[in-house]
Structures are given as C-alpha cells and as structure tokens.
Nanobody
Framework: QVQLVESGGGLVQAGDSLRLSCTAS????????RAWFRQAPGKQREFVAG????????NYADSVKGRFTLTRDSAKTTVYLEMISLKPEDTAVYYC???????????????????WGQGTQVTVSS
C-alpha cells in the first residue's frame, strides 16, 4: 500500500526558511503526481505546490510562487519543499499527497488526490 511520510516542520520566525520532505513507498504505478497541500485550523485544505514525477514539471499556488521551491529525488522517491521568506499566513499543517497522472489540467483540488501523509506542522511567528 502507498505510504507518505512528511518531516521538516517546525516553529520559525517571519522571514526564516524551512525545508520539508516527503518520502513515498508502495507506489506501484509509473506516472503520478506528487503535491503539497496545507490546512490551517477552520480552513479548507489548499494546494501549495505539485510536480509531475516523470517530467519534473511543477506548479505553484500564487501565494507561494517565488518563495517555495519543489524538488524531487527520484532515487529516494522523495520530494522536498524549500520554503523561504516565510510569513505568518504560511502557518498550517503541510500534507504530502499523490495521485495517478492524467491528461487533465494540473490537479489542485484535494479531492483529486487519494493518498496522504500524516502532515507536518509549520508555525511562523510574527
């Protein structure tokens, strides 16, 4: 079965940086999407960044574009989310997710992903 494990969250001050990682196991299909979502208490889970595993094509939410960078390590089936210039509004639980690739527009809705990690907390103080 598919298992995703996130790590790297923590408590930082505004302007600081963090690097999140997500390691996957049990991925049996050859083409898939890996993505990061985040959710603050009382709010909807929102798309942050995603990557088409085979091609390396990435997509970012406007709110993080230019500050967050998603990279991959194919050998380790790991994705990283490098976050710089963190803002208090970035505070949330960050989740790693995956789904099979498709010809549809890059998937950004949480319901389009069928496997999720446990989440890692990112807290940014003012």
């Amino acid at each position: 079965q598919v298992q995703l494990v996130e790590s790297g969250g923590g408590l930082v001050q505004a302007g600081d940086s963090l690097r999140l990682s997500c390691t996957a196991s049990g991925l049996t299909y050859s083409s898939y999407v890996r993505a990061w979502f985040r959710q603050a208490p009382g709010k909807q889970r929102e798309f942050v960044a995603g990557i088409l595993w085979n091609s390396g094509a990435t997509n970012y939410a406007d709110s993080v574009k230019g500050r967050f960078t998603l990279t991959r390590d194919s050998a380790k089936t790991t994705v990283y989310l490098e976050m710089i210039s963190l803002k208090p509004e970035d505070t949330a639980v960050y989740y790693c997710a995956t789904r099979r690739s498709s010809s549809l527009k890059f998937p950004k809705s949480a319901e389009m992903y069928d496997h999720w990690g446990q989440g890692t907390q990112v807290t940014v103080s003012s």
